[in-house]
């Protein structure tokens, strides 16, 4: 997985480009640890995800539970077909504060 950084003050957005499996979930928490404290807000760019498992949502749920852990704000936008109907599937739509765009996002999570 391809994972580009942007940092915007406090707000941090991860774009991620390819399969969000175990190895791709894995990209991403590393990406996480390696934040500093001055980034509050983590949003996932999902638009460019082209499969999801059952081990990505692992991860997915794993980085939303080390961003509560450190009192960060957890986000994910731009979520293409698959990924919404995963999400649904699994009920985690509940859970997890979901965006159309990267945009809305930022305008609500500032």
Excluded: Y
């Excluded at 990505?56 to 990924?83: H, M, P, W, Y």
């Excluded at 599937?89 to 809305?104: G, Q, Y």
């Amino acid at each position: 997985m391809n994972i580009t950084e942007e940092r915007d003050g406090q707000l941090s957005v991860f774009k991620c480009e390819g399969e969000f499996n175990l190895s791709g979930g894995a990209a991403v928490a590393e990406k996480l640890a390696a934040l500093g404290e001055e980034s509050k807000i983590l949003i996932l760019d999902l638009s460019g995800v082209s499969f999801m498992d059952s081990s990505g949502i692992g991860q997915l749920v794993s980085i939303f539970k080390k961003c509560s852990l450190e009192d960060r704000g957890f986000a994910l936008a731009g979520l293409t077909t698959n990924v919404t109907q995963l999400l649904s599937i699994t009920k985690l739509d509940r859970v997890f504060k979901i965006f159309a765009s990267i945009s809305e996002a930022k305008s609500q999570l500032k």
